[in-house]
């Protein structure tokens, strides 16, 4: 398994912070890293970080690249050996992880194994009460256990073996000096304990799902264990967490790791969630055959209430019986009964479609397969939704689909409310930086739930793109992997600016307009404090993300531009006015990437290489944010989303008698809806409106108000429009419509 891009720049971020934490210590390389305070805590000197990647963006695979680093610059006496401890928050989640890294075959492993040249040994925390000491001394020996095993009170410790007396560790002890914080018996003898052996090691501490560890309880423990470095991966951070990386959810949907958007639909009645959800996944395992070169078999995760609800596990597995649904497409996994154990649900000989569970699944469970949930149980908090929403949302084998409903996921939900079914999965995935697009809203819903359109004429819109050697051309193609941004030109003007007080002020408006308010809302810090370059660099490339670069590459190109600036301004100069620099540079980044696009789009155009075909449908129902109470005679749906008077105007006079050559016509959102054109730029271009003739034309409508007929955004629209149109060989064409030239574009319609 490679690396994606935000995995990469992840480490790199991990790998910078540990050379500053040996150069300047931990609270400096922190605040140099992420310009926030670091939060001691209980823990003194020893570093406590936390690195949030949403759910589905492989929290265990950075963890392993990110143990040989860790261990190597931070913790060089044990660069070739010593103990890490790698908690779970849950016995069903170490025995995956075990699992995981006990196979030499995995991914995980192999990390490892490559790390230190295979002196790797893994245990249970059962396992280590049989560690030895050449075990420790000659490799890396990594204990994982659930936080249960280790978190316990001082009073209660002695029942436990981690803490107990253990004959078989006791060459760990021989010739000692004993340092004081070993346990001791109340003899004042050191014990012969597990516990002891790591405190002995001052070992890494990972942590899996950071959140669970919020507890004075589990701090104590923590503390208690005589680590060196704490590292916690969580999608959720606690309060007070030190985030040293935050990815962004945005940046795994990039990099096809997950299946957004959701597709949501309630149910009043429980049995009808749960039909509409059986039936969407044998939809989805018929369109399964038609998959080239890949396997995949959908499943469905059934959520049942706890044995005090009315709809319970047994419930639900009745209820599929009853509707031939064979025993052997079933499994239930709850507390005290897993049917999963030992099951390859990847294998094509496995049979199980339907998976029926309380809150089993909620924590660390991953099978790509699973494509849809089904939820007859009140759906809790936050951070138990976006969990349980992250079961399904795992993209198989980390790739895109050709067919766009293997690219989504689906969730069924019995609530008698709509909106706050919607409201709770919305809030859970938006803390963990999804977004209220991501959710589209499909099939029945309540009928208080007004906000939707359904379709209102006959047969399906397909509407051509844009292609490249066949595939929807994409601003990634026009860049090209073999880009290189540090060959690129780094000069751009920049000026600085200070207001009377000596403090820079940031740029909003224009050449002369500044923004003084802005300083608070984006809570920028001013001073006359002047940073090193490389620490000028390291803001920067921190500041402005660029999925598409390199990271390394990236920073070759800023060092190029800061000497660049150093020609006319001091370091000084540009550390007070770093956000301003910041903005500026990442413009010119941008002009940069979209000239080199432009030539290779040109290339591509001259050698025919881009073409239109039809792609994407738009869907029988859609979700509105405000409904036009006005009707019409020939939208593509029952209802369209609000619109602006001149745009309402324009739509209403396309849609009357006197044009009776088009067939239907359609609202078509930015960002929402499926039709773009893809140009040169980053930005795709959403035409306001498409229509489709009698005769089979399919029409791309821009409407702009008259102060933006002329700008330079609207030039492009227009000519990347024109292109468009003339892949279509008459079939196609593009208007720009304003109140100038209405009357001109309705009388040209009049002849499609």
Known sequence: MELKKYQKNTLDTLGNFLAELRKAGLKYAFMGITEKPYQAQAFGDVPFVCIKIPTGGGKTF?????????????????????????????????????????????????????AYDNHVRVFSNEEALNIRKSDVGGNLCVIIASLEAFRKE????????????????????????????????SEGTVINSLANVIRLSNPLVVIDEGHKTSTQLSIDFLKDLNPSFIVEYTATPRAGSNILVEVHASELKEQQMVKIPIVLESAAQWQNALTNGIQKRIELEKAAKKLKGEYIRPIALLQAQSKAG??????????????????????????????????????????????????????????????????????????????????????????????????????????????????????GLESNGYSAADIVSAGKKDAAYALEAKKAVSGNLKVPMMTLN???????????????????????????????????????????????????????????????????????????????????????????????????????????NRHVLAERMAGHIDTVLEAHAKARFDAAARAKKITAKPFD???????????????????????????????????????LDTLPNIKYWVRNREKVDPFYIQGWRKGKFYPDFVAVTKKGAVVALEW???????????????????????????????????????EEVLSALKKL
């Not at 107990?164 to 000692?176: R, V």
């Not at 019409?632 to 105007?649: C, V």
């Open 62 to 114: 950075v963890g392993c690249h990110a143990v040989e680093k860790i261990m190597s610059k931070a913790l060089s006496n044990k660069m070739d050996h010593g103990i890490v401890m790698w908690f779970t928050p849950s016995e069903a989640i170490k025995t995956q992880t075990l699992k995981k890294f006990k196979d030499r075959k995995d991914a995980h492993r192999k990390i490892l194994d490559e």
């Open 154 to 185: 001082k009073t209660l410790q002695k029942k436990y073996k981690v803490y107990q007396e253990n004959g078989s560790l006791m060459d760990h002890f021989e010739h000692l000096d004993e340092p004081d914080y070993l346990e001791r018996d």
């Open 310 to 427: 009315d709809v319970t596990v047994e419930k639900i597995k009745e209820f599929l019986l009853e509707g031939k649904i064979p025993a052997d497409e079933i499994a239930i996994k709850i507390s005290g009964k897993n049917e999963l154990e030992g099951v390859d649900l990847f294998s094509k000989d496995c049979k199980i479609r339907y998976i029926i569970t309380v809150n089993a699944l909620a924590e660390g469970w991953d099978c790509s397969f699973a494509y849809v949930l089904v939820s007859v149980a009140n759906l809790g908090s936050k951070i138990a939704v976006e969990q349980i929403i992250g079961r399904i949302i795992r993209m198989p084998n980390a790739r895109r689909k050709a067919d766009e409903d293997f690219n989504r996921s689906y969730v069924f939900a019995s609530a008698r409310n709509f909106n706050e079914a919607a409201d709770q999965i919305i809030s």
């Open 470 to 576: 066949g595939d929807k051309l994409t601003f990634e193609d026009l860049v090209g992997s073999g880009f290189e941004l540090s060959k690129q030109e780094p000069e751009f003007e920049f000026q600085v600016h200070y207001d009377n007080d000596g403090r820079a002020v940031l740029d909003i408006k224009g050449e002369d307009e500044w923004m003084r308010g802005a300083q608070k809302s984006l809570r920028l810090s001013y001073s006359d404090k002047s940073l090193t370059k490389n620490e000028l660099v390291q803001w920067l490339d921190k500041k402005m993300r660029f999925t598409l670069l390199e990271k390394s590459d990236k920073v070759r190109f800023l060092e190029k531009a800061i000497e660049y600036q150093l020609k006319t301004h001091t370091l000084t100069e540009l550390s007070v």
């Open 617 to 655: 449908v738009f869907p029988d129902t859609i979700a509105l944010k405000q409904a036009v109470p006005q009707e019409f005679n020939r939208n593509y749906y029952d209802k369209i989303d609000k619109l602006n008077s001149e745009e309402l105007g324009f739509i209403q006079r396309l849609d």
């Open 704 to 742: 702009k108000g008259g102060d933006r007929v002329s700008n330079e955004d609207t030039a492009y629209k227009v000519e990347i429009g024109e292109i468009w149109e003339k892949l279509g060989k008459g079939k196609l064409r593009f208007f720009l419509v304003h109140t100038g030239n209405t």
